[in-house]
């Protein structure tokens, strides 16, 4: 049972350079997440799928873009990365529109920019 | 104002001792609620869940909902020092799929 799982788990890249961080569970689970984690600022919502081909914006979407074409995987790319864009970035995923149904988490990506 | 609030801590309570860990919300149409602990360097794993007003307990932990006054908190009976951790609490809204979280409140437990 590999759950969702993300790659890489550490990531360094130059400024201006595109990155993509990849996420892909196993579960079938519809809805997934990405989200970034910062000192002091805790989870913050970049982009969510509902299912394949349905995303949306969450609290910080800019610099970033996803891409849902297989309800397994949810890719998240940063197109010219920023010093800013340093962070640890976590792929959740929830099987259901269920209110009782909790967000699982993958073991997240550190990506430094220099 | 955020939507999820936490005090960030650090929480020092000694080995032994009942944590009690709180969160506001500021949505009033929110409608499931999560605690989640975080080691250092991990990911976020699910502690708790609750919808109704009232009490929710599960061994040594308790989720406390009161909606009027828009807060969610949790208590650790008997803390140890492996509950050392930051808690999040996070909250669902109706109409929506997004889970949005607080900032979280560092817990030290003191052996």
């Known amino acids: 049972d590999a759950g969702i799982t993300q790659s890489p788990r550490y990531k360094i890249t130059e400024t201006g350079r595109q990155v993509t961080l990849m996420c892909h569970q196993t579960?079938?689970?519809?809805?997934m997440f990405w989200y970034r984690q910062d000192l002091g600022h805790g989870l913050r919502l970049i982009y969510y799928?509902?299912?394949?081909?349905?995303?949306d914006k969450g609290e910080v979407p800019d610099g970033y873009v996803v891409s849902r074409s297989k309800t397994e995987n949810f890719p998240l790319t940063l197109e010219s990365a920023t010093r800013s864009q340093t962070s640890v970035y976590f792929c959740?995923?929830?099987?259901?529109?269920?209110?009782?149904?909790?967000?699982?988490f993958g073991q997240g990506t550190r990506l430094t920019v220099v | 104002q955020k939507e999820v609030e936490q005090n960030s801590g650090p929480l020092s309570v000694p080995e032994g001792a009942i944590a009690s860990l709180n969160c506001t919300y500021s949505?009033?149409?929110?409608?499931?609620f999560f605690w989640y602990r975080q080691y250092s360097g991990k990911s976020p794993e699910l502690i708790m869940s609750?919808?109704?007003?009232g009490d929710k307990e599960d061994g040594r932990f308790t989720a406390q909902l009161n909606k009027a006054s828009q807060y969610v908190s949790l208590l650790i009976r008997d803390s140890q020092p492996s509950d050392s951790a930051t808690y999040l609490c996070?909250?669902?809204?109706?109409?929506?799929?997004?889970?949005?979280f607080g900032t979280g409140t560092r817990l030290k437990v003191l052996a």
């Open positions: 959740a995923s929830s099987p259901d529109r269920n209110r009782y149904t909790e967000a699982f």
């Open positions: 579960w079938s689970h519809s809805y």
């Open positions: 799928s509902a299912a394949a081909d349905i995303t």
């Open positions: 949505d009033r149409g929110s409608q499931s």
């Open positions: 609750i919808y109704s007003n």
């Open positions: 996070a909250v669902t809204t109706s109409g929506t799929y997004k889970y949005i």
